[in-house]
């Protein structure tokens, strides 16, 4: 099993309403956030409208920053340089994807994203997902509203993908209590044969 590989499938019933003992301080952290900014707001929004991709790209550059303080491997740089370029070539395209995109704006701002496809079966791929961390709870507002969101479309499980074994990103993940793992296996040949 590639552990760093596995998908993570959440329950979307579950992240909307964060009823369980531990998703509830992720409740508490997001009527936090609604509380400390009184114009904030979800919205599903078009990622096509050149005005969303500029904002998108600007809070991954404000993410990035934030990640950069933080003294992360030459790894790591290089997995945020593909993402970012990732990101890009996504606002470029976005007229020819179905991609659900739900932003956080406080007043006019954009402060969270999260940029998902929905799949066949009640399933919702998360593609990107990425928040300002300068205003605590942004994360856990952006999760619980768009969850809510995707019950509407009829989405019953959302798989976030993988934790590429960074550490911070595996106890985020593990915190919004996953449903299951997709597992993925790597398959070597066995040289005695």
């Not at 989405?155 to 550490?167: K, R, T």
Request: a negative charge.
């Amino acid at each position: 099993e590639d552990r760093e590989s596995n998908d993570y499938i959440y329950a979307v019933a579950n992240l909307a309403s964060m009823r369980s003992e531990r998703l509830n301080r992720k409740k508490r952290l997001a009527q936090q956030f609604e509380k400390a900014n009184s114009g904030a707001r979800f919205e599903v929004v078009d990622l096509a409208n050149p005005w969303i991709q500029d904002h998108v790209k600007l809070l991954f550059k404000i993410w990035e920053e934030r990640k950069a303080s933080e003294d992360r491997n030459a790894e790591y740089a290089v997995q945020v340089d593909h993402e970012r370029l990732a990101i890009e070539r996504v606002c470029d395209t976005a007229s020819f994807h179905k991609l659900l995109v739900g932003a956080v704006f406080i007043e006019e701002h954009v402060c969270g994203f999260t940029i998902d496809e929905i799949l066949p079966n009640q399933y919702c791929m998360g593609h990107y997902w990425k928040a300002d961390t300068a205003h605590r709870g942004t994360y856990d507002f952006l999760v619980q509203r768009m969850a809510r969101h995707l019950e509407t479309e009829g989405v019953a499980f959302w798989n976030w993908q993988q934790d590429l074994g960074i550490e911070g990103l595996r106890r985020a993940k593990l915190s919004l209590e996953p449903e299951s793992f997709l597992r993925k296996y790597t398959v070597s040949l066995n040289e005695g044969l």
